[in-house]
């Protein structure tokens, strides 16, 4: 009966809600700006004395009170939420707020849009977003995943900003390019846009020498109806140690090579280099997965905290803490010896 009754509530808020919308009450502009009113105050304050669960055939305690009375003063009350929601969170309207970029703007997808869509999006992690705005990104965006950064819905929404043949370029993190919370987000670029250059320049400080980040500029196009998609994308990896502070713009026309866009689906991109990704393609025809070739699924092998062990700092690091450390787990029976009975140290 519980669940019976919110449903009911809640067909009846959305019916109130779409009486505003099409004009029932009024001007829909007029009202969602504030400057009419759906319900009068005195009618509001008599329908919140009246109980809600209340037969019409009961005794009222305001007869003249219908249940379009009713409709008008929730949608009223609902309206005054979503300004106030609107107000707190700060929603802009892109058709509204740059009216010579769209037509038709009662279309349900007016035409137009920007001709380029340039930005740094926000790194926030997705911990921090809260079910809220997930449950409202969940519907909204097909690039959704309950574990992806907020950077990858400006992704989407920058791409829905373009016009047909427009172009968007944002300067990113690289990990979008594999994470699997990104797998959306590349199906996206690979049905919904042209990539047309992507540069990885890995842990690189030079550019936000504040942050610990890993940046990457891509720059992608949204296609003309009918368009065909094939062709090739300009792809730059420099490593981070070789990443110039000064001639960025030449080392990274030396390090431009072409790649196919058939590499990028909603796969991990990898931008290796065309040789190297046909050597890589050519293990993949003929070799044999090591999972087929064991008949075990591959674990993540041994772990350990000891990283000196595997990071030795100095000579005499490795002779006054190393050797002892290692001699003592061998003593215990811990780790077995190779070599003798002094354990062997691979520098």
């Known amino acids: 009966m519980k669940r019976w009754r919110a449903d009911v509530k809640a067909f ?13 009450f009024g001007d829909p502009i007029r009202i969602a ?75 349900a997808t007016p035409p137009g849009g920007f001709d380029a869509v340039i930005g740094n999006p926000p790194y926030v992690r997705q911990e921090l977003l809260g079910d809220e705005i997930k449950r409202a990104l969940r519907a909204g965006y097909r690039a959704f995943d309950g574990m992806a950064d907020l950077y990858v819905f400006f992704f989407e929404q ?44 890995g842990h690189a400080k030079h550019f936000f020498p504040d942050a610990d980040v890993f940046p990457s500029a891509i720059t992608v196009r949204k296609p003309l109806p009918g368009e065909d998609p094939a062709g090739e994308a300009q792809v730059c990896v420099i490593p981070r140690d070789a990443v110039p502070e000064k001639g960025l713009a030449a080392a990274v026309d030396t390090a431009t090579y072409p790649l196919p866009r058939a590499c990028f689906t909603k796969e991990s991109w990898s931008l290796e280099p065309p040789d190297l990704m046909a050597l890589l393609n ?55 010896s190779v070599g003798g009975p002094r354990p062997r140290v691979c520098t």
């Not at 939420?81 to 009216?99: I, K, L, Q, S, T």
């Not at 427009?166 to 199906?187: D, F, I, Q």
């Open 33 to 107: 700006t504030g400057e009419i009113k759906i319900a009068p105050p005195d009618l509001a304050l008599q329908v919140s004395l009246m109980p809600e669960d209340q037969n019409e055939a009961e005794p009222q305690l305001f007869p003249h009170i219908a249940i379009d009375d009713r409709r008008r003063v929730l949608a009223d009350r609902l309206v005054d939420e979503a300004r106030c929601g609107a107000a707190w969170h700060g929603f802009f309207h892109w058709e509204v707020g740059f009216p010579n970029v769209w037509s038709n703007l009662l279309s």
């Open 282 to 336: 050519k293990i993949r025809r003929n070799g044999v997965p090591l999972r087929e070739y064991a008949g075990a699924s591959p674990m993540y092998g041994i772990k350990t905290g000891f990283n000196e062990a595997f990071l030795p700092a100095t000579d005499s690091w490795r002779t006054t803490q190393l050797a002892p450390r290692l001699s003592r787990l061998t003593s215990a029976g811990r780790i077995s």
């Open 158 to 201: 920058g791409l829905r900003l373009l016009r047909p043949g427009g172009r968007l370029s944002y300067v990113v993190t690289n990990k979008w390019l594999r994470a699997g919370y990104a797998e959306a987000l590349r199906e996206l670029f690979a049905t919904a846009a042209q990539v047309e250059f992507i540069a990885d320049f």
């Open 12 to 24: 009846e808020a959305a019916s109130a809600f779409q009486l505003a919308l099409d004009g029932t």
